[in-house]
């Protein structure tokens, strides 16, 4: 019952490496680390955990098929154990780690007891009719590895060519101005907010003009970095109409958003 | 089919051997001493032809005239590199025809990177961020979706993307790509093993995964952050795990009927039209196992038949109560009339829908039609002899063509349903067209028995390979995107991928921080979908109206009454540019016909309207608040 046969070794391995997936996952806050260990935690080892519970000895899915049946199992286990988990405690990360742990824990307790009948790490023969499980077995020559690793960094380069082209061309400049009434829908509130946000792609000095009801035009310049937001409260008389502008301060004339509230009719 | 199938291609091989440096070795026999045989020359050169696709975008993106063509030499490479190699090769190792089998799927979402390598352009991806979005902030799934709600009643594909954002952090974007990046290539390797499983041949079987890379949705649609995309790769496994069923005994078929329930039941929860589709291919295995001599059924199938199509009922009566109202405006179309689908969107504006493009699908169609039936003939001739359900059912459910043909020809919008029909029907068609290619390309020709010549079949498989290559070429002409949107490049109205930029998306991301959930909105139809799928506002439709008038009329106020419609979302650009798909409003009474953008009037009216604020503005995008006008 205890003894290492092949099956047992890679269920220990699988075990050893959930184990040190949930690990190092639960106790990181470094994205790079959650991804390499989270990724196969989700994807990967509660799928090739039940295959190796499931078919131990490879006699019916080997090779690269065993592979294809890991990854599509895992993602299935999670689709199904995400139905399991919404019945029970939610769909959080904790639960997820516990779910990914939990299958991998019985499939392997199931696989170490369904692969012990035949020791000393060779597969018995499979029974009269069935294919024998053959192992996958390959070489690499030293031009195909080279062909292989230009063909990873031609498409890798291509990637960063596109993501460069991509995102030049989609660059939008322009500033986002808004006024919404405090709360929300309250046509009648006695506050609004004020917002302006930079998209222009660089620092920009922006000249502000507001005005509330039938009072003077009160104005102001934000120094805003490309991206950042300002707000501001804006006070009135209940229903008073607020309005605003927003310009370049190079240019005050040229008036690039008007935002206003109007008084309810 | 499998008898036939197996005689012609082992007739292929039995190729006497011509020289002694260079053994002939059988189809699909693992030699270590090949190693990975040409897989990595394969592999370069269809990377090379991504490249060159890659490069088309990049020159679309600056608005070059040269992209579309570098585009279609670039495709053209990518298809005819496999295809060639596969027919033109007079022994194949097993890791060769597994290479393509996973080669294909990679290089074909490689190119869906390269379209959008940072972001979802496709509305419909939207709505399924939306359902993962809030899955995320509650927890739970099930709640409602003020965008598309059969999304949050089919939550596979969000599932396991929460599940991938929970665990890594990474962004809802990046998570989905890496599943459904998975998932295409699931799909691709399902069938090169469910091909394999009925077949036996691994040339054969990895032509098949070629061949269904042509399917008009394959590139693109079947690998977007939507629900099909989970779903299709399990429906592949349920078929290929009844086929191991089939082909087994007692306890080991067993197994085999539990994984196919298993596969099939994360296939229903899913993706409603995917499950109805295996329900369908099970049926048909069923059915057609009766005119297969007794001891060749199985009584294994029909309860699997049995439990997956009660799996499928019962999650539509009890779980996706939208299903039906979803599905039945699709039905309406199907009928040919006027459904949910904008009619005929694919011919955008009036008279720009290029005529090649059309050739070029009915080339590919016509093609299938021819190759098809062949196969079925000789599927239904094998039946008695060396067949199962499955290979005769497969072999039959390839004359699917003609419901898809008529579907096409006839329906209101048919080559959009034709083309996600395709993305079922293209399952038995890739794998009997492929026995049919293979098994005219490799026939032993007659003549003296004594040897055939390295490269006497050479003509028959340049014609193969053509043919593959008119597949791929009227798969692409005739599928998605539609030729206005098929290469990227700046914004476009009404343009699908092309309608999303930085503008609508920082509005909409505006929208979601700050405006209340649920709230009616009434744009053009683009940016609407956004406003309710990211931005989480509701979506109307039947709007036209409130834009097709440069005054605020009456009529107008009782429509935003009617419609409780809070916020206009006005996009200036509606005004500069025609609809590339000919509509600007779903549905909209003018589709087709708009000679001139609209008139900007028919958007400045808001600002003259009493009680309406203009509460949002970023030069292109203006939001107008209709709570302070009188109702």
């Known amino acids: 019952m205890t003894a290492r046969t092949a099956p047992r070794q890679v269920i220990l391995l699988l075990v050893m490496l959930t184990a040190l997936c949930a690990a190092v996952t639960a106790a990181s806050s470094v994205g790079a680390v959650d991804i390499v260990f989270g990724l196969p935690l989700a994807l990967f080892i509660p799928g090739a955990s039940l295959i190796w519970a499931v078919d131990p000895w490879g006699l019916a899915v080997k090779g690269p098929e065993r592979i294809m049946w890991s990854f599509a199992s895992s993602i299935g286990i999670v689709i199904l154990g995400g139905l399991l988990l919404n019945l029970t405690g939610g769909l959080t990360r904790q639960h997820w780690l516990i779910l990914s742990s939990a299958v991998v824990a019985i499939t392997a307790v199931a696989g170490w ?153 | 089919m499998t008898a036939s199938v197996e005689s012609a291609t082992l007739e292929a091989e039995e190729v006497p051997v011509d020289s002694v440096t260079d053994a002939v070795v059988d189809d699909g026999t693992d030699s270590p001493q090949r190693g990975l045989g040409r897989v990595p020359e394969v592999a370069l050169g269809m990377a090379v032809a991504t490249i060159i696709v890659a490069v088309a975008f990049a020159g679309a993106r600056s608005s070059k005239s040269w992209a579309t063509y570098l585009f279609w030499v670039g495709q053209v490479a990518l298809y005819a590199i496999p295809a060639a190699f596969l027919l033109l090769r007079r022994s194949i190792l097993r890791a060769e025809a597994f290479g393509i089998a996973l080669l294909m799927p990679v290089a074909t979402f490689l190119i869906l990177a390269y379209y959008s390598p940072d972001q979802f352009r496709f509305i419909d991806e939207f709505q399924h961020v939306q359902t993962a979005q809030t899955i995320l902030a509650t927890h739970h799934l099930f709640h409602t979706n003020t965008s598309l709600a059969v999304s949050a009643q089919y939550p596979g594909l969000e599932i396991i993307t929460s599940a991938v954002v929970a665990i890594t952090h990474l962004s809802i974007t990046t998570s989905g790509m890496i599943v459904t990046g998975i998932a295409h290539v699931l799909v691709g390797l399902c069938l090169y093993f469910l091909v394999l499983e009925v077949i036996g041949r691994p040339r054969i079987a990895a032509f098949a995964a070629v061949i269904y890379a042509t399917a008009p949705h394959y590139q693109f649609f079947d690998s977007y952050f939507i629900y099909q995309t989970v779903a299709l790769p399990f429906l592949l496994l349920s078929l290929l795990a009844v086929v191991k069923m089939v082909k087994s005994k007692g306890g080991v078929a067993n197994a085999w009927g539990a994984v196919a329930i298993a596969s099939g039941a994360v296939t229903v929860v899913s993706h409603h039209i995917t499950s109805y589709a295996l329900v369908g291919l099970l049926l048909l295995f069923v059915i057609v196992q009766l005119f297969l001599p007794r001891p060749a059924r199985s009584w294994r199938l029909p309860v699997v038949l049995v439990v997956v199509a009660a799996m499928v009922v019962g999650w539509d009566l009890r779980v996706a109560t939208a299903t039906l109202s979803y599905i039945k405006p699709i039905i309406d179309s199907l009928l040919g009339r006027h459904g949910i689908l904008p009619n005929s969107h694919k011919q955008g504006v009036a008279g720009t829908l290029p005529v090649v493009d059309t050739v070029w699908e009915y080339a590919s169609t016509l093609l299938l039609v021819v190759l098809v039936p062949l196969g079925a003939w000789q599927a239904w001739k094998a039946r008695a002899r060396d067949s199962n359900a499955i290979s005769l059912g497969l072999g039959l459910g390839a004359l699917s063509i003609f419901i898809v043909l008529i579907v096409r020809v006839a329906s209101g919008d048919g080559s959009e349903l034709a083309g996600r029909a395709m993305s079922f029907a293209l399952i038995p068609i890739s794998i009997v067209c492929a026995a049919v290619i293979i098994d005219r390309v490799r026939r032993k020709p007659d003549g003296p028995k004594h040897g055939v010549p390295r490269f006497q079949n050479f003509g028959m498989a340049v014609i193969g390979t053509c043919v593959l290559v008119v597949l791929a070429v009227g798969g692409i002409a005739g599928g998605w995107p539609s030729y206005y949107a098929r290469l990227p490049g700046p914004y476009r109205v009404s343009a699908y991928e092309r309608s999303v930029d930085e503008h609508n998306l920082d509005a909409v991301a505006w929208a979601a921080a700050e405006l209340p959930r649920g709230g009616g909105v009434a744009s053009d139809d683009f940016t609407e979908s956004m406003f309710s799928s990211l931005g989480n506002q509701a979506y109307q439709r039947n709007l036209a109206d409130l834009f097709l008038t440069t005054s605020y009329t009456a009529a107008d106020r009782t429509l935003v009454k009617n419609k409780r419609i809070t916020y206009v979302v006005a996009d200036s650009r509606i005004t500069e540019q025609l609809p590339a798909a000919g509509f600007y409003f779903s549905p909209d009474p003018h589709q087709g016909n708009y000679k001139k953008p609209l008139a900007p009037a028919s958007i400045d009216k808001f600002n003259s309207v009493p009680g309406v604020s203009r509460v949002f503005d970023d030069g292109t995008i203006v939001i107008y608040d209709l709570a302070g006008a009188a109702k």
């Open chain 1, 113 to 265: 007891l369904r692969s012990g009948d035949r020791v000393g790490g060779e597969p018995a023969r499979a029974p009269s009719g069935e294919e024998e499980p053959a192992r996958w077995v390959t070489t690499l020559s030293l031009r195909s590895v080279a062909l292989l690793v230009a063909a990873v960094l031609v498409v890798s380069g291509v990637f960063v060519l596109s993501e460069r082209t991509n995102t030049e061309s989609n660059r939008e400049h322009f500033v986002q101005a808004w006024i919404l009434p405090q709360p929300t829908g309250n046509v009648f509130s006695t506050t609004a907010q004020l917002g302006v946000r930079n998209e222009e792609g660089d620092t920009e000095v922006l000249l502000i003009r507001v005005k509330v009801g039938s009072s003077g035009t009160s104005s102001r310049t934000v120094d805003l970095r490309d991206g950042q937001e300002w707000t501001r409260q804006v006070s009135r008389n209940p229903g008073q109409p607020v309005s605003a502008t927003v310009a370049m301060a190079s240019r005050p004339s040229s008036i690039l958003d008007r935002v206003d509230l109007a008084k309810p009719s």
